[in-house]
């Protein structure tokens, strides 16, 4: 074993263990002289170290050590795994967050994602269907007894069962609000949009253009992005983010009659949206993976943007058979448009989703309460809207909230 010690120690070390080796050599001669040359007896090892250090051998042992810092004797092999561990976590604790959160975007959650994608799609047995499925409600908390199909034997996959429908009646749409949930999940933050900056969670922001692309309309040099988003000086701009656990009913819904004229897909990174991770990576809603639905409503602009997170590279849009979401290779910073002006109504019909039809003038046009798309497993819908400046939420920070219950009123 290599021992590092200091110059000090090192030459006292030294000088002690001279003294010892020229102690043993005079002791050996002088027991050789007395048995007449026939050899030391055991006994001398003994003499010699009290006699030339003044010290038992115990305390020599103790002695050495000191000197050596307690390195003489290696660790046992049961502790160096723990030793280990506690230096590893040591270091994970004293690196710089920055470091922390740029080791977190280099993992490769993009193919996670796609692999975990290629799991749901695996037809269970239907002897094991109960059992998986029986875990996964217990771990998550799902309520059965609001799926339209209550029978776990009735889901063939993973993907089936997180994508199940509910009963028609368990999620009434509130018909005394102009705005409602898209989705089940929990509300992270809301408010209005100051300085084209809007918070992802409470002091954590992101960039809003960044977030929804470049738009058609130029912007002056005095005007912000903010400014260009709004048709009238009379009304602000308002976001909401509703954050949908794996548990949630995975299906987002239109949260008002409007209509859509443009979709974008941003490419990007699969991280989780995870409250606790929103909190440390700046702009995560623009890193990651989303597909933005851009269009008008009474009031002016809206838009309602799906994003992706870890497991929930797949985002389905019911009447875009076009997207595909979580492409193995795509340039970063990129984004894919396409128009809904000129959509007819066959590709409407393919799509088989009531409450969405051709609107006049070109789009789609959305009924209150009409199914759009759905998440794989669970993620982040974020509503950006053009309201009156009156428009007031009628929410708590991190309150539960359901599909159809009512955001807010004028």
Known sequence: MVRFLPRGCQRQERDLLRQVRRGRATDAERESEKDGGRGPRKTARFRWERKSTGVPRLALRRRLGALSGG?????????????????????????????????????????????????????????????????????????????????????????????????????????????????DGRILHFGRVKNSEVEQVKGVTYSLESFLGPQKRQSDNSSSFRDLLLSSPDNDLFHVVVYLAPGDYHCFHSPTDWRVELRRHFPGSLMSVNPGVARLVKELFCLNERVALTGQWQHGFFSLTAVGATNVGSIRVYFDQELQTNAPRYSKGSFHDRSYVGAGDQELKAADVGGVVAAEGGGVALQKGAAVGEFNLGSTIVLLFEAPKDFSFNLQPGQRIRVGEGLGSL
């Not at 690196?95 to 080791?103: I, M, W």
């Not at 692999?115 to 996964?136: C, F, H, I, M, Q």
């Not at 339209?148 to 009434?172: I, S």
Request: charged share 20%; hydrophobic share 40%.
């Open 71 to 183: 390195a003489s004797r290696p660790a046992p092999w049961r502790r160096r795994p723990i030793a280990f561990l506690c230096y590893i976590l040591s270091v994970s604790a004293l690196r710089p967050l920055a470091k922390r959160v740029a080791l977190y975007r280099s993992f490769p959650t993009r193919l996670l994602s796609r692999a975990w994608g290629r799991l749901n799609g695996v037809e269970l047995p239907t002897w094991l269907r109960k059992p998986v499925y029986s875990l996964y409600i217990w771990t998550f908390g799902v309520n059965m007894q609001e799926a339209a199909v209550e029978d776990l034997h009735h889901y063939r996959n993973l993907g089936e069962f997180f994508r199940r429908r509910l009963k028609p009646a368990v999620r009434p749409v509130c018909t005394s609000s102009c705005l409602i949930s898209p989705a």
